[in-house]
């Protein structure tokens, strides 16, 4: 064969190789549309590899999902309370953003018994969490009547106001390190970005990207680094580089992502909240998620 055609040969099988591992851009159903109430939020998931969201079925409850996509009911939130962010660390306890309540409650593991780790009733009403590598909390808290919000850090039993009046406090997220933390607005479509400090606190804020149409919503990332964002109203799924920039852009079946969260085999399933259809919708990643 002669040299040019043996040289486009191999360039076109090394191209077409590329695509069949080329990451689909478009996500499939996980669960049944409506097990979940259009509150399904706060996904997460367990070293176990279950994966649980609040509201299934009616509010005030936490539903699990087995490997095979089958939801079954956890626990029933005490009275009164409504979860929203639920995440674990890393003994296994799990923690809820009750919004209703004011608090952040959990659950050890092995157990269903629901505790109030930490409560403040200035809050206006706790959404997403975020938990760093040491174990610190954060927690966002928007006041959807006026377009405003508060981040939190919660530990040792108590909350700690970092910041007040700022955007619509949403999405929120911790760098795999442990050095940054990613706060996002709904409403203003704003992410910031702060460096976390010796007494894990943030500082140095800053713009890391803004959006110009649709809303932001709950955030993770990946262990290099990427951000996953929400995009409520838009029907998709934006993967962030480590400087704002967009890297990939995942449609959805519905509408209204509420949240993401990494798991499966090697942690490279990614699992979104649908408000608009009460149920997951999955896709692969290229990385696995920074932590459970």
């Known amino acids: 064969m002669h040299f040019k055609n043996i040289l486009y040969f191999f360039c076109t099988c090394t191209l077409l190789s590329s695509c069949q591992k080329k990451l689909k851009n478009n996500s499939s159903d996980f669960t049944k549309e409506f097990e979940f109430t259009k509150g399904i939020e706060g996904p997460a998931v367990d070293r176990d590899g279950t994966l649980y969201a609040v509201n299934y079925k009616e509010e005030g409850t936490i539903g699990k999902v087995a490997a095979n996509g089958k939801a079954s ?27 209703t309540k004011h608090s952040i409650l959990q659950i050890k593991k092995g157990e269903t018994t629901v505790q109030i780790y930490a409560q403040d009733t200035t809050m206006n009403q706790p959404n997403d969490l975020a938990i760093a590598p040491n174990g610190i909390l954060y927690a966002s808290d928007p006041n959807w009547a006026n377009n405003s919000g508060n981040l939190w850090m919660a530990r040792n039993n108590r909350l700690v106001l970092l910041e007040s009046n700022m955007g619509t406090t949403n999405g929120i997220e911790v760098s795999p390190k442990g050095k940054f933390l990613y706060v996002n607005e709904s409403v203003q479509r704003k992410i910031w970005r702060y460096e976390i400090d010796a007494n894990n606190k943030p500082k140095n804020k800053t713009l ?6 649709f809303g932001l919503d709950g955030m993770r990332c990946d262990a290099k680094g990427n951000l996953y964002v929400c995009r409520y109203g838009k029907g998709t799924v934006v993967m962030l580089s480590t400087e704002g920039k967009i890297i990939r852009e995942i449609q959805l079946k519905g509408t209204k992502p509420s949240n993401i969260t990494f798991g499966g085999k090697n942690l490279q399933q990614c699992f979104v909240t649908m408000a608009d259809r009460g149920n997951f919708e999955t896709f692969t990643a290229e990385f696995p998620g920074r932590s459970f």
């Open 73 to 99: 009911l956890f626990i029933t939130l005490p009275k009164g309370s409504i979860g929203n962010g639920i995440r674990f660390d890393k003994n296994g306890t799990m923690y809820i953003a009750d919004y």
């Open 208 to 213: 890391f990207t803004s959006f110009t149409d």
